[in-house]
Structures are given as C-alpha cells and as structure tokens.
C-alpha cells in the first residue's frame, strides 16, 4: 500500500517564474494539506483540500493556490516565484479525521 | 489561535541516558496533540498523538508523552536515548473546524546523542 508520494522531489527555478508541485495521497484518503517547510523550521500550514475545494487557509498570499482532483490528488501552484519560497514543501493526507494524517517525503523547491 | 512552544531548539544527550523534549500548546478547544520526528532531508513521521482518552501515550521506537492540561503541556520522553534518536523533533496541535483542520506545528527541537 503506497504512502503519500510526492514529485518531484527536487526543483530549482529563478525568482518569478511559477511552480507546480504534485500529491499523491495514500490509498483510502480523501483530503490533502500543503505545507511549507522552509529550511531550520517548522512546516507551515498553506491550505487543506477536500471534495475538490480549499476547505482552510493558511496565512498565505493569494500566489500560493492548489487544485485536488477527483481521484483525490493534489496540486500546488506558486506563481511569481520569490528567493523566499524556497523550503520544502510537504504534503499529507488523511482520511476525513486527524486521526489519520500521513505525510509525504516532500518536495525541496530552491528559487535562485 | 492555536499555537506551539518548544522550549529549547537543540537538546544533548548522552546515550542512554533520558530525553526529555518540552512543548506547551495553546488551544480553545480540545486539542488533538502530536509528536513528529524528521530526519535529514526527509518527511515527517508520526511518533504520537493524544486525541482524548488515556492522558499518557506511547508511540513508536520507546517514546512517550503525557497530555496534561493544567499546564498545558505534551512533553515527549524517552527512558534510554539511542544514537538513531538522533533527528529534529516537532510537535504539533491541531483540532477540526468547520469540517476540516489544520495542523499547527512548533519550531522544532534537534536532538543530539553523544557516543
């Protein structure tokens, strides 16, 4: 039974450009967070998918934004990339209770 | 709003002797409270969770906490340090919302195990 999987697991773009990172949730969940994790801290709430909708929001600026499908996986976009989101970006799903979170291995997104 | 202390961002210990990793929570409901290891360049991995019950819990690889709400605190324990315990160490608060949650974690605490 595969986990959380994540692609890829190692980007680089130039500050302004825009990123798509991708989740795959672990087999039997249905709702898929984002967080970012920037390098010496803890991972930061973006925002939660369920049913195909942003269900919550981190403090987060309107470039971050995301998309779930209808076989559950997920989608994060960032546009107009700054030096500043460089972190690694993990994703975890769950089962429709916290009970239940598991995470990915992430995706290290470096901006130069 | 929820929050996350982790009193001390790096611990030393020396094999075999006790871990102790301190973290106090702010919540305005009941809290589901966890504990996460990562190591280098991975995710994370669950070690705990208190959601409601039995106020000490025992996670994977001897760790344990107790949920203790009059001070507000989810310390993580381990009797006998051992040199693969060596890793950065969150905790974490969440509850549910509205029909969802999210997750709120501290800053983390590196541990470090002395041969």
């Known amino acids: 039974d595969a986990g959380v999987t994540q692609s890829p697991t190692h980007l680089i773009k130039t500050r302004g450009q825009q990123v798509t990172l991708r989740c795959s949730p672990k087999?039997?969940?249905?709702?898929v967070s984002w967080y970012q994790q920037a390098l010496g801290q803890g991972p930061q709430f973006i925002f939660q998918?369920?049913?195909?909708?942003?269900?919550q929001r981190g403090n987060f600026p309107d470039r971050f934004s995301g998309h779930q499908f209808p076989n559950y996986s997920s989608e994060l976009n960032v546009n107009a990339l700054l030096l500043g989101d460089s972190a690694l970006y993990l994703c975890?799903?769950?089962?429709?209770?916290?009970?239940?979170?598991?995470f990915g291995s992430g995706t290290r997104l470096t901006v130069v | 709003a929820q929050s996350v202390t982790q009193l001390g961002s790096h611990v030393s210990v020396s094999e075999g002797a006790l871990v102790l990793l301190r973290c106090n929570y702010s919540?305005?409901?009941?809290?589901?409270l966890f504990w996460y290891v990562q190591y280098p360049n991975q995710g994370l991995q669950l070690l705990l969770k208190?959601?409601?019950?039995?106020?000490l819990v025992k996670g994977i690889n001897g760790f344990e906490a107790e949920f203790k709400k009059s001070e507000t605190s989810f310390h993580l324990t381990k009797p006998s340090a051992h040199m693969s315990d060596a890793a950065e160490y969150f905790c974490?608060?969440?509850?549910?919302?509205?029909?969802?949650?999210?997750?709120?974690f501290g800053a983390g605490t590196r541990l470090f195990v002395k041969a």
């Open positions: 975890a799903s769950s089962a429709q209770h916290i009970n239940r979170v598991a």
């Open positions: 087999s039997g969940h249905d709702t």
């Open positions: 998918y369920y049913e195909e909708e942003e269900r």
């Open positions: 919540s305005s409901v009941p809290p589901y």
């Open positions: 208190y959601t409601t019950g039995a106020t």
């Open positions: 974490a608060v969440s509850d549910e919302r509205d029909g969802g949650f999210k997750t709120i």
